[in-house]
């Protein structure tokens, strides 16, 4: 059997037996109320006055309220109270929130800082300004400047080399004793090339070269910052040292270790 709780506001709603004479809280107005000991229902007026404040509710709406749980039944009316209490201070809080911030109640470093968008265009017209310059100057002070220097060094040292080759031979032949005027033919070094880097970024502290004489090919190697080369040479059908001086200046000679005396 359940008892039938009456409020002022004219709420009613139902509480178990078990729970007779216990305090508890109006569903309507949040008043705090006691339960009544087991009664039959109190006498409807035939026609009650809905209070002003409250909208009609049906006799359906207020029988299907949910019987109050154990802990709502015992909770004291103060603890509502409280309740109240912090749901109105959450709203203040939250009003002062959403307050927006002038300059005056703004914070002293929430200092607007602009923002500055770039178009991918842009992006890539600055990366060009920098890289096309920085090319143009590595080039200039590399590869272009190492091909310009070495060209100087290149040109003469050739007809140098080829020289000083002949020069080498002429002496080996008359070393061995035989008469040039008893040779077909005059030995002599033709021509030559540097084996040269396909992309030099300086010139080389040692580059190859070969070349053809009457004698056959022969292999050796320059040093470009010495002027110093050694090449092996074919004289008369065998293979001779030949060390020397490609520079202008200096026309130092030897042919397997001996000097070569003009």
Known sequence: MSIVVACQCGKRFKAGDQYAGKRTKCPGCGQALTIPLAAPLPPVPARPKPPAAQPADSMDDLLSLAEPSQAEVFQPAAR????????ASSKLSSAAAVVPQSKRNRPAGSSAVPSITLSPMVIIMIVLAILIPSALFWAKEGPMKANADWKKISDVAEDNIVGQITRAMDY??????????????????NSMFFDEP??????????????????????????PRTWRFEVTVPILKSDHQVNGSASETDQSLEVDGAAVKD
């Open 80 to 87: 509502s109270e409280a309740s109240r209490k912090s749901a």
């Open 172 to 189: 080996q032949i008359k070393h061995m004793g035989f008469d040039m005027t008893d040779l077909k033919y005059q030995p002599r070094a």
């Open 198 to 223: 396909i992309l030099m970024f300086r010139v080389p502290e040692s580059i190859d070269f070969q070349g053809n004489s009457t004698e056959g090919m022969f292999h050796g190697v320059f040093h």
